[in-house]
Nanobody, 126 residues
Framework: QVQLVESGGGSVQSGGSLRLSCAIS????????MAWVRRSPGMVREGVAS???????AYADFVKGRFTISRDSTANTLYLQMNNLEIEDSAVYYC????????????????????WGQGTQVTVSS
């Protein structure tokens, strides 16, 4: 059974940082697409960042230069380092992995990946 468990969310002031983790079990994710997606209240899901099996990385325009996606293949864990957080970054952040090796684009990763975590809340205040 594949399980993804996110952690590291919380409340932070604008300009602060958080590091999200996603521990994956039941699935060797390092050779597959892995991604972070978020959902703000009243909004549709947004792709945030993705990493392919060949370490190719993509970011949504709104996080470029502020967020960094990475993974630890040995620990089977995905990370999202978030710096210079803005109020608009407040959302539930989900990690997801796919059986494929390469991630689709930022729009399609919001619906097409195979396995999802339950999400972790990030709240940014002024």
């Amino acid at each position: 059974q594949v399980q993804l468990v996110e952690s590291g969310g919380g409340s932070v002031q604008s300009g602060g940082s958080l590091r999200l983790s996603c521990a994956i079990s039941g699935f060797r994710s390092s050779t597959h697409c892995m991604a972070w997606v978020r959902r703000s209240p009243g909004m549709v899901r947004e792709g945030v960042a993705s990493i392919n099996s060949d370490d190719g990385i993509a970011y949504a325009d709104f996080v470029k230069g502020r967020f960094t996606i990475s993974r630890d293949s040995t620990a089977n864990t995905l990370y999202l380092q978030m710096n210079n957080l803005e109020i608009e970054d407040s959302a539930v952040y989900y990690c997801a992995v796919d059986r494929g090796s390469f991630c689709p684009n930022m729009r399609r990763i919001t619906t097409e990946l195979n396995y999802w975590g339950q999400g972790t809340q990030v709240t940014v205040s002024s």
